[in-house]
């Protein structure tokens, strides 16, 4: 299989990381050389000292996006749980996957704040209506939703099995393209 990466961009809670890791695990188990690059993860080593404003945001997802190339390029299965709540920054690590013709798919998870908030798995969502964590994205700091998404899973409506099967609907189709 050739290499690929898959971005589940959406808000804290929308299942972008359980998502990621059951269909990871899936191919890992079918012998695809697959790797996760979790948002949280890589803000304590590859991004460690960058914040929430949108600059710092921006400079990881732009991080993110070059190492996920890297491997993609050498054909791992890059799943990219990360928020990246900017449309540009997400346009940006598209481009540089074009530019080096390396595939890129972007998976909005549409998961609603709401379902997002009552879930709270992190406790964050309540942190930040209790005034101790700011710039909240999709409270007090914007998100903004993909407008051209290549698949789109709400997972308050779509079981995670399903969503699994989704995306190896989209690796399936793209593998049948190269
Ligand atoms: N202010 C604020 N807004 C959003 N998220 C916050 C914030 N502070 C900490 N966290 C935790 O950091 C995780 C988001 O990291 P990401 O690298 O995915 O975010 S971003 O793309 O840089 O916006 C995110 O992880 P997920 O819940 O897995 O999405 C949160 O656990
Ligand atoms: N269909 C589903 N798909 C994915 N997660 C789900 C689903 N239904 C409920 N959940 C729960 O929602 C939460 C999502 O958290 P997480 O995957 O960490 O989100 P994110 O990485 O987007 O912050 C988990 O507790 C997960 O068990």
């Not at 890992?28 to 460690?48: F, H, K, P, Q, Y």
């Not at 990219?80 to 798919?105: E, K, L, M, Q, W």
């Not at 005034?131 to 993909?146: C, K, N, R």
Request: glycine fraction near 8%.
């Amino acid at each position: 299989m050739s290499g690929q990466t898959i971005w589940l961009t959406g808000l804290s809670g929308a299942g972008k990381t359980t998502v990621a890791r059951a269909f990871a695990a899936q191919l890992a188990a079918d012998g695809v050389s697959v790797e996760i690059l979790d948002g949280d993860e890589l803000r304590t080593n590859l991004s460690a000292g960058l914040g929430f404003s949108r600059e710092d945001r921006d400079t990881h997802v732009r991080r993110v996006g070059f190492v996920a190339e890297l491997l993609a390029r050498h054909g791992v299965t890059v799943v990219v749980p990360v928020i990246a709540p900017y449309a540009d920054a997400r346009a940006a690590v598209r481009a540089h996957h074009r530019d080096r013709g390396t595939s890129y798919r972007e998976v909005y998870v549409s998961t609603p704040l709401t379902v997002c908030q009552e879930r709270d798995v992190k406790g964050l969502y309540a942190r930040s209506a209790a005034g101790g964590l700011s710039a909240m994205t999709g409270v007090d700091d914007p998100y903004e939703p993909p407008t051209d998404p290549d698949l789109t899973i709400d997972t308050s409506r779509v079981p995670l099995d399903d969503a699994v099967d989704a995306l190896h609907g989209l690796v399936r189709a793209e593998s049948e393209v190269a």
